[in-house]
């Protein structure tokens, strides 16, 4: 099955500053790639996903960039403001095959400092 | 507020009883799924149900069983046979399981075995 890394587990950042979340996928059949956004006490929630025939995909503040060739993918920050603080993961999909379930990453903790 | 709602918030069990957690949806989504978040090890699935009356094993499925009646809940039962059950437990559904669904997910239960 689908197996995916998340690196770091924590992550420390000035505000203002840039920040970058890495993921890396096991299986070249996942082509559906989300991140979720767990603020503390609250659910997780979809901020940005990107499909594997997309390098890069950006909204506003965040990106994400995929190479499939070496089955990794990024998420990308910019202007860290406090309320960026948060656990972010990952996750991996065979959008159409038999293993249709998402795969999570073990997750970032990001704090941005004031 | 409509969405994915899990009860109860906390949930105190003793060693050798069975729990139930709740989780209904008013989406009108056919996929929900059972995850359990423990630190570090990110979001690991249990079960999931891509139809009312169906439902398939996950990465961890071991210890707990689930049911699924009606298309709005999928409750989760949590049996003696499981042997580290303190933990976060998180209630997710889908519109389906193929193409690019967005999860939704319920608030949480934390369990704790006293």
């Known amino acids: 099955g689908e197996n995916v890394e998340q690196h770091p587990s924590t992550l420390s950042v000035q505000e203002g500053d840039s920040a970058v979340i890495k993921c890396t996928y096991s299986d070249s059949a996942s082509n559906y790639f989300p991140w979720y956004k767990q603020e503390l006490g609250k659910r997780p929630q979809l901020i940005i996903d990107?499909?594997?025939?997309?390098g890069e995909k950006k909204d506003q503040r965040i990106a994400v960039t995929l190479n499939k060739t070496a089955k990794h993918f990024s998420l990308h920050i910019t202007e860290t403001q406090p309320e960026d603080s948060a656990v972010y993961f990952c996750a991996a999909k065979e959008v159409w095959g038999s293993a249709r379930q998402l795969t999570f990453g073990s997750g970032t903790q990001l704090t941005v400092l004031p | 507020d409509g969405g994915i709602t899990q009860s109860p918030k906390y949930l105190f069990r003793k060693e050798g009883q069975n729990v139930t957690l709740s989780c209904e949806q008013n989406?009108?989504?056919?996929?929900m799924y059972w995850y359990r978040q423990d630190p570090g090890q990110g979001l690991r699935l249990i079960y999931y149900?891509?139809?009312?009356?169906?439902?398939q094993k996950g990465d961890i499925a071991e210890g707990y069983s689930v049911s699924r009646e009606k298309k709005e809940s999928f409750p989760l039962t949590v049996t003696s046979a499981q042997k580290n059950p303190t933990a976060f437990y998180l209630c997710?559904?889908?519109?389906?399981?193929?193409?690019?669904?967005?999860?939704?997910f319920g608030q949480g239960t934390r369990l704790t075995v006293v």
């Open positions: 989406l009108n989504h056919d996929a």
């Open positions: 990107i499909r594997s025939n997309v």
């Open positions: 149900s891509q139809i009312v009356n169906d439902f």
């Open positions: 997710a559904s889908s519109i389906g399981t193929t193409g690019e669904t967005e999860a939704f």
